[in-house]
Every structure is written in C-alpha cells, then in structure tokens.
C-alpha cells in the first residue's frame, strides 16, 4: 500500500511576523482565513470559534445560532505548536467515532525576531477511509445529513 | 452540463438517484442491471449516476464475466487528500495576507 504517501498533506510558509503573532494569529483568526464555503452549516456561517485550549473545540456558528463542532483541541503550546482532530470526513458529514477522525499539527518556528516559518501537517487522512456506515447512516437519515449538501448540490443542478 | 464534471464527493451525493445508489451499495456491490430493478430510474439513468459517483472516486467497477459490478470506493482518500491540499493552499495563502495587515493589537512581550 502506498497510503502513507497519500494519507498526508504538508504544507509550509513563512510569514512576516513574530512567533507569538504568527501563532495567535492562526488560533484567534482561523475565520478570517479558512475558505468560508467550508463549512456544515445550513445557515450562513456568523463565525468560527477556536477555545485555546487543550479539550476545546474548534467550531462553526451560523447567524441562526447553530453551531458545527468540527475539531477538538489536542494540544495547545504557544507559541509553538498546536494539533487538532479533524472530524470531517470525505463526503463532509461529521466523523462520530474519533478513531475516524484525521489530525492537523501545526507548528511555528522562529526564522528570526521579524520571520515565522508555519509548517502545517494534517495527517492520518486515511482514518477517514471506513466512515462508509456513517455516510450511509446520514443519507438514511433526513436529519442526520447536514443541510448543507442539498444546498451545495443545488449550485450543481442542471435543471434550469 | 459539465458542473457533473466537478469530482466533488458531496455533490455527487446530493442528486437523489445517487444518494440511492450509494445506499444500495453501502449494503453491497451490485451490478447496474440490479440497481435498476431496484430503483424508480431508468438503466441509462443509473448508469449516468454511475459515472458521476465514479469520477467523484466514491464508486468502483470491476468486471465480473459480462457484467460490471459496482461497489463503493472503501475509502475515497484520494479525494479527500486532494480536497484537503487545496483547502490549506488557500488557508494558508489567506493566512498569510492577514499577518501581513495585522498590527500587533495587543501588547506582545518582548521577544529578543
């Protein structure tokens, strides 16, 4: 199997900015910068939510009030790293069983006083891979699958 | 339309003779032949739905003497990995943008 390979996405940068602005700006704005259409929610996305805190989770509110709990905090280590579960699986349904759920570390390194390196590592994607009862699971169930899909797909359909 | 094109697992899922493809195949691979005469569609019809899920890699096929069975991708992790990249590219790319327009707000500790 070659899944080690595929079951992990690396990513770096370097920013302009300090360790500790590099690292809170990540944390406290993750909002501002994910793409917004990446979200569960069947109302418009209000805002998303990071509890700086090992335990905490990372979600998603809707104007409605709704909320999408999408991660837990695995760990928090400012300035220098934070790691986090990542329980959305292939067909954007919520992973339930963590086992199922992949894991994002993020680490900042000092390049030097003005310079941060973000080297970011989701990995285990392949955990992902047994969900099949779960996706079926919300498909069967009306209230089970999010919303959301009928309204993504409707941007899809070829009726007009 | 080409939008079907899109490999876009969740709207794959979002037509209803595709979400009953994939049900019926949750249960167990099945050849076109079966799920026509188990869904309210037409054999074209599934096998056009076929192909979406396929392109989406929710679905494989797999010949079996004349027939093609179909059964789901087990793990559909390729799409996944790929959606994934592409998500970071551009969280990363935006998170850049704003450190770069981001004053320091609070009063950060001296560092050095």
């Given amino acids: ?160 | 339309m080409d939008a079907y094109g899109s490999a876009e697992p969740w709207a794959a899922l979002g037509d209803p003779t595709r979400h009953a493809i994939v049900t019926a195949l949750a249960q167990r691979p099945r050849a076109v032949t079966e799920l026509a005469a188990e869904l309210p569609v037409s054999r074209p019809a599934v096998s056009q739905a076929l192909r979406v899920l396929k392109d989406a890699g929710l679905v494989t096929e797999q010949a079996a003497g004349t027939r093609r069975i179909y059964r789901l991708n087990p793990t559909a992790v390729e799409a996944l990995r790929d959606q994934l990249d592409m998500f970071w590219n551009r969280a990363l790319t935006n998170y850049a943008d704003i450190v770069d327009s981001t004053e320091p707000t609070k009063p950060n500790k001296e560092r050095r």
């Avoid at chain 1, 569960?40 to 905490?56: C, D, K, S």
């Fill in chain 1, 1 to 160: 199997m070659t899944q080690a390979a595929s079951a992990t996405v690396r990513k770096e940068i370097v920013v302009s900015a300090p360790i500790d602005k590099a690292f809170f700006v990540f944390t406290e704005r993750l909002g501002d910068f994910k793409p917004p259409e990446h979200n569960l929610l069947a109302a418009p996305i209000a805002e998303t939510v990071f509890e700086p805190r090992v335990g905490g989770h990372i979600y998603d509110r809707a104007t409605d009030g709704t909320e999408c709990h999408w991660a837990r905090v695995l760990l928090y280590e400012p300035p220098n790293r934070v790691v986090f579960s990542w329980d959305i699986g292939p067909t954007w349904q919520l992973e339930t069983d963590p086992e199922n759920a992949s894991e994002v570390e993020v680490r900042f390194i000092e390049e030097d006083a003005s310079r941060t390196r973000v080297a970011l590592e989701h990995r285990n994607i392949d955990r992902h891979g047994p969900g099949w009862e779960a996706v079926v699971d919300g498909i069967s169930n009306d209230q089970g699958w999010p919303l959301y899909l009928a309204r993504y797909a409707a941007l899809f359909d070829d009726g007009s």
